[in-house]
């Protein structure tokens, strides 16, 4: 079963402001890592921070992470409608990949 | 970066045929493959875990004699969908990692992803 939980499940917003997504988990991870899938397509990593690290930037993507409360956050900035895509956050512990829910982000031009 | 294709990209079979899905690493070499399922509007699921020269493993719930999974070589993993019925019809994901770094796996790169439809 999926570890990780994201919210929200959807989000529509207008070009030029900035989503953000959550996730949470259950157990411990090595690290965590943030996919993109545009529709019927496979995945696209984004980003990936360790368990040591608590924030990392990505040109206008930004990702936080707090072990003590084991969730995690992707923000994307100034959006665009091409950024119009389900996002997935994975954990990697055991050596695998365990993807959250997922957000569908819908930008509006 | 690191490519993965997968092929066919699409495929369409009648119910109790099998289906064979080849996942294959371009320009790296990968010992280690993970094939996924997802379902529309659904999160990816880990089916197993394909390892090159030796058996896979495969996630709870998997039925491995009803997915079977043979890495053949570094570069190539196969997914066969056997006797496939209408309930498996699904979009397959395959995905390497690309290094391995005190004990664990970093980034991985997916494959396209190859969506099945059994009438």
């Known amino acids: 079963s999926q570890q990780g939980e994201e919210d929200p499940q959807a989000l529509s917003i207008q070009e030029g402001e900035n989503a953000t997504m959550n996730c949470s988990y259950k157990?411990?991870?090595?690290?965590l890592q943030w996919y993109r899938q545009n529709s019927g397509r496979g995945l696209v990593h984004l980003i990936l921070?360790?368990?040591?690290?608590r924030e990392k930037h990505s040109g206008r993507l930004r990702v936080t992470l707090d072990t003590s409360k084991k969730s995690s956050s992707l923000l994307i900035t100034a959006s665009r409608a091409a950024d119009t895509a389900s996002y997935f956050c994975a954990k990697d512990s055991s050596y695998k990949l365990t993807f959250g829910s997922g957000t569908r982000l819908l930008v509006r031009p | 970066g690191a490519v993965v294709s997968q092929h066919p990209s699409w495929v369409i079979c009648k119910s109790g045929t099998s289906v064979k899905i080849e996942c294959r690493s371009l320009d790296f070499q990968a010992t280690t493959m993970f094939w996924y399922r997802q379902f529309p509007k659904q999160s990816l699921m880990l089916m197993a875990t394909?390892?090159?020269?030796?058996?896979?493993?495969?996630e709870q719930g998997v039925e491995k004699d009803k997915f079977l999974i043979n890495h053949a070589s570094l570069t190539l993993s196969t997914l066969t969908v056997t006797s496939a019925h209408p309930e498996d019809s699904s979009f397959y994901i395959c995905s390497a990692p690309t290094d391995l770094t005190s004990g664990h796996y970093n980034e991985q790169f997916f494959g396209p992803g190859t969506r099945l439809t059994v009438l």
């Open positions: 157990t411990s991870i090595n690290n």
């Open positions: 921070i360790r368990s040591n690290e």
């Open positions: 394909s390892n090159e020269g030796s058996k896979a493993t495969y």
